[in-house]
């Protein structure tokens, strides 16, 4: 069979598309390749953190993404790095820094192509969090004090603070309008 977005010959059993990583519609019965649609990502901010209380074990980075339909929270994997860089002081978590990035590089290269557009829905596994957007103005609120600028989601039982820097947090601020 042939992938529907980049016509190149792909297994019949894919999940995607071994050269533009284009989803397989499981459903489609003519086994045609899904594709993300170009303007799916309206917003897209990385590089969140979760708030800390007492924490001794790296916490999650998240990215933002809004669609027309939802915001999803997704959570970046952690790795030990960032642990084992704590007990080695500076140089530990500089270096702890840049394997967590290269991590979260990788794992968003499932889902964003170099040119940071959509390629793939593989953001849903990971996303803890999806909110619809009829539903977002009353699930956010965003807080800031001296040195920190916090975005709070709350929706249903679920309640994540993240934490960004000055410009994307006002980036996002700017963008859901509050």
Not at 141 to 166: E, P, V
């Given at each position: ?70 915001l ?26 840049f394997a967590e990035?290269?991590?979260?590089n990788?794992?968003r ?33 965003f ?10 989601f ?25």
């Amino acid at each position: 069979m042939k992938c529907a977005n980049c016509k190149t010959e792909i297994e019949s059993d894919a999940k995607f598309c071994h050269i533009c990583r284009s989803k397989v519609d499981s459903s489609n019965t003519t086994g045609k390749v899904s594709v993300i649609e170009k303007n799916e990502a309206l917003f897209y901010s990385q590089n969140w953190e979760r708030t800390r209380i007492m924490t001794f074990s790296q916490l999650p980075r998240f990215d933002i993404l809004i669609t027309e339909q939802f915001l999803y929270l997704i959570a970046l994997p952690t790795s030990l790095a960032h642990d084992v860089g704590g007990i080695f002081g500076i140089v530990g978590s500089v270096v702890a820094s840049f394997a967590e990035k290269k991590a979260g590089n990788k794992t968003r290269s499932s889902w964003l192509d170099s040119n940071q557009q959509l390629t793939s829905r593989e953001y849903e596994k990971i996303s803890p969090l999806k909110i619809p957007i009829e539903n977002l103005k009353d699930s956010l609120l965003f807080k800031k004090s001296f040195r920190q600028r916090m975005a709070i989601f709350t929706y249903g039982d679920q309640k994540i603070t993240l934490q960004g820097n000055k410009n994307e947090y006002e980036r996002f601020k700017t963008y859901v309008g509050k």
